[in-house]
C-alpha cells in the first residue's frame, strides 16, 4: 500500500508528472516557492541587477496615498494576490491608516511561509488579517464572498506576477479577476516592462548564481517531497530572451543522458544531453499594452505611474 500524501502534494505530484511528460518538458513556475524558494527570491530582489522590486516599491511609496484614496474612507478590503514578504502591502497599509481609514486585508498565497511573515508585518497596524494558501482564483473568490459592507476592494497582482501568464492566459485571469470584483472595485497591477536584452539576462542569471539557486531548488523541493533522485550538478541554470514573445525565459538543461526516479509521482523520466526543463517565463510590456490587456477584461484604467529609468509600471484599474 503506497503511503498517503496530503492534497497539495498529491496536485503537486500530479502537475509533476503531466508536465514531465510533456514536448517540450516543463515545471510550473508556482512550485518555485517553496519555504526555502521564497528565500531565496527574497535575496534575488535585493540583488542590484534585479531592480523590480526596489522601483514598484518607490512607485508605491510615492504614490500610496492617490492608490488608496480609491478604496475611500468606508471599511474596504484590500486582496494581495502572491504577498510574498509583505513590504508593499505595509506601504499601503500605513497610507490607508493615515487617512483615518481601514481594511479588512486578505492575505493569497500557496506559500504559507509567506503568509505568516505578512501577517507578522502587518501585526502592529492592528489590521483584520485573513491568510488563504490557496490559488489566486480560489483565495480571490474566498475574499469575495467574506467581504463586508458597503466598502470597495482594492486586489493587488504586484511583483510582476502578470507576466508568469502567457499572453492568452493572462488576458483570462484578469477576466476572472474581474468576475469576482464589484463594479468600482479596483486592481493594482504591477507590470515589469521591455527593455535591453543583456539588462534582463543579467536579472534573471545573475553572476552571484542566486537565481541559478532558486531554479534549480525546484528540483530540490521535487526530491524531498516527491522521492525523487534529481542529480543538481547534473542540470544547468539557463536564461534567454525570447524576443518575438516578448518574454525572458527559464530554464534547467541537463549536462549528459540521464534517468530520473520520481516515485510520488510514479515516473520515471529520460533526459537527453542538452535537453531543457521549462521552468519559468516572464513576460515584458510596453505600458499601452498593460491598459488595452485590462480595457478587454472589463478594467478601464484610472492611472498609471512608470519608472522610465528601470522599465516599470504601476497601473490602476477601476471595474466597469
Sequence with gaps: MKPAIDQLTAQFAADVRADLS??????????LYDALGSSLFDAICRLPWYRITRAESALLARHADAIVTSIGKAN????ELGCGSGEKLVLLAEALQARGASAHVHLIDISPQAIEHTEQRLTRLHLSVVGHQ???EEGLRQAAAARRGDGRMLVLLLGSNIGNFDTPAAHAFLRRIRAAVSPGDFLLL???LAK???????AYDDP??????FNKNLLVRINNELGGDFDLAAFDHVAVWNAADQRIEMHLV???AQRVRIPAAEMTVSFEAGERIWTESSYKYEPEQIVAMGASAGLASRNQWVDTDVGFALTLFAAV
Design 208 to 213: 552571484l548564481g542566486v537565481t541559478a539557486a
Design 22 to 31: 510533456s514536448t517540450p518538458k516543463q515545471l510550473q513556475s508556482k512550485y
Design 196 to 202: 535591453p536584452e543583456l539588462d534582463l539576462i543579467d
Design 76 to 79: 474596504g478590503t484590500i486582496v
Design 254 to 256: 541537463s549536462r549528459v
Design 134 to 136: 490557496s490559488t489566486y
Design 190 to 192: 504591477g507590470a515589469d
